[in-house]
């Protein structure tokens, strides 16, 4: 039985990567943050589950500031692969904490990477890397395009791309970066700008929400699917070598584009219901992102299947779903673009 350790496992990525690995057999052994609040709702179905939770899912308190704790960890784990998920992950939080988005989303990889190398075992390295790393670079955007970070958050995670790739060649560690580009789902979470659409629809629907206040309409993205991306990542690792690679699905629409299709799956015209807040622009915007990943599809044999006319509608009856269910009980709160 392989054994795999994630970063992040209560993060949307996180819980779809544990459903997969857990369906193909693996042990996981997932790192959460202590808090005084739980924070397990995506992965709640799972712990509930009595053939998984009692001996193939295992939680483990860890934080990527604490580098002894993650040597602890990798040492007692000993896991065939490690997939780094963690991190502040909020583009537009990042500029509002750059110290602390850096601490996490940068140097949390270089501790995990010195963890693995420390310990000395051969286990498989994901390094969770991000589209915004290219910024203002103009798309289509590849593995060999520049990287021009344009927040934090972009930058940080430059940072974790050239370390992952420094110890893959200095060390000859298996350490494979993922340059995953705009994948939302159901559990995106509602500070998300597909997520916070998804959410108005459903209360603005049900006459529970009057508008919805976003910043840049004109934003260009690639948006997939994250059950699909998270197969990606495995894919990445069951690789013969370690490498780089883009996964995309290879489409742009705008988010004016995405607003269309959420507003139209219920029957309703978004112009009347969506307002202009500039407190929800970036310092700096990115302007377009959309991905060419033919080297992951000829690499791995891994294709996007869910595009973003579907996806918004999947998140639009998911959200319905919840609001029914929840009722009053589904209140307000701040969210950010």
Do not use: C
């Amino acid at each position: 039985m392989k054994k795999a350790l994630i970063t992040g496992i209560t993060g949307q990525d996180g819980s779809y990567l544990a459903e997969l690995l857990l369906g193909k057999g693996y042990e996981v052994h997932g790192v959460v943050r202590r808090s005084s609040t739980l924070n397990t709702s995506r992965i709640d179905h799972l712990l509930a589950d009595p053939k998984i939770a009692d001996s193939r899912l295992v939680l483990h308190y860890g934080d990527l500031s604490d580098s002894s704790r993650l040597i602890t960890l990798v040492e007692s784990v000993a896991p065939d692969e490690i997939y780094n998920l963690a991190a502040q992950s909020h583009v537009r939080v990042s500029f509002d904490e750059p110290e602390h988005t850096g601490n996490t989303t940068g140097l949390g990889s270089i501790r995990l990477l010195e963890a693995i190398r420390m310990v000395g075992l051969s286990t498989k390295f994901y390094q969770a890397s991000s589209s915004e790393m290219f910024g203002a670079s103009p798309p289509p955007q590849n593995e060999h395009t520049p990287f021009y970070p344009r927040s934090p958050y972009g930058a940080a995670k430059v940072y974790s791309f050239w370390v992952t790739k420094n110890y893959r060649e200095s060390y000859g560690m298996f350490a494979t970066n993922g340059i995953l580009f705009n994948h939302e789902s159901p559990r995106r979470g509602e500070t998300f700008v597909t997520r916070k659409i998804t959410r108005a629809v459903a209360r603005i629907k049900a006459g529970v929400q009057d508008k919805l206040y976003l910043g840049n309409l004109d934003a260009i993205r690639d948006w997939g699917y994250a059950p699909e991306f998270v197969e990606a990542m495995w894919l990445m690792l069951q690789a013969d070598q370690p490498d780089d690679f883009v996964v995309a699905t290879g489409t742009e629409y705008s988010v004016r584009d995405f607003l269309g299709f959420a507003f139209g799956h219920v029957g309703l015209e978004w112009e009347k219901y969506v307002e202009f807040d500039e407190a929800f622009l970036r310092p700096a915007e990115v302007d377009a992102l959309v991905g060419d990943s033919a080297h992951a599809r000829s690499a791995t044999g891994w294709e996007p299947k869910v595009m973003t006319p579907e996806l918004a509608r999947i998140m639009v009856d998911a959200d319905v779903k919840i609001l029914e269910s929840a009722g009053s009980q589904w209140i307000d709160r701040p969210y950010d673009v």
